[in-house]
């Protein structure tokens, strides 16, 4: 089976996302990106991404350029969406994933091939970490505490022990941090 791997930048006290979605406290560290981004794109070969993210993201990567815009634009790309005429064309190699989130990401892990990665948004993290189906969580914790905000363990319900895998500081202050559910 494959491994589900949630990929995003978190404060120090654990939120996706400050007040009103503001992703105002991440801190640029291109030594961070590249190791990190490099690892990714060794390990997954298939992205999800909830469909409020789907526009921005579309939107960012078919613009952007260098190697992780050309993985971003070329991995298949599974578009979680309770609407099943969500048009997902603006984004090449993305397809549709209509129905429940929960269940299209189980179908997708049980395929053959390398780890899948999910990007966000907050509410789709939150619903896949819910359902337990999150094997790894690679964060980059940057030095920012927003004090309030969107968790993606806001949903969890039982004490969760992670296993430590690994962590590296960086020139930012900011960590890169790997575990294991």
């Known amino acids: 089976m494959r ?15 400050g007040p009103d979605n503001d992703l105002g406290f991440m801190v640029d560290d291109e030594e961070l990106e590249t190791t990190l981004n490099g690892e990714l794109m ?28 050309d993985w971003m634009n070329t991995t298949p790309k599974h578009v979680l969406s309770s609407d099943d005429s969500y ?9 549709l994933a209509a129905g429940d989130g929960v269940e299209q990401v189980r179908k997708l892990k049980g395929k053959k091939g390398k780890s899948v990665v999910v990007f966000g948004g907050v509410e789709t993290v939150r619903a896949l970490v819910a359902a337990g189906l999150v094997d790894e969580y690679w964060f980059k ?11 993606m363990f806001f949903d969890v319900k039982d004490r969760t022990a992670l296993k430590l895998r690994s962590v590296r500081s960086f020139p930012s202050g900011s960590l890169g941090v790997v575990y294991t559910a």
């Open 141 to 151: 914790v940057h030095p920012m505490v927003v004090g309030r905000g969107r968790s």
């Open 87 to 95: 048009d997902v064309s603006a984004w090449g190699s993305a397809t």
């Open 3 to 17: 491994s589900l791997i949630v990929f995003c930048s978190v404060t120090v006290d654990g939120f996706m996302a």
């Open 42 to 69: 060794r390990a997954a070969d298939a992205i999800v991404v909830g469909r409020k993210s789907f526009p921005e993201m579309s939107t960012y990567w078919t613009a952007a350029e260098g190697e992780l815009a």
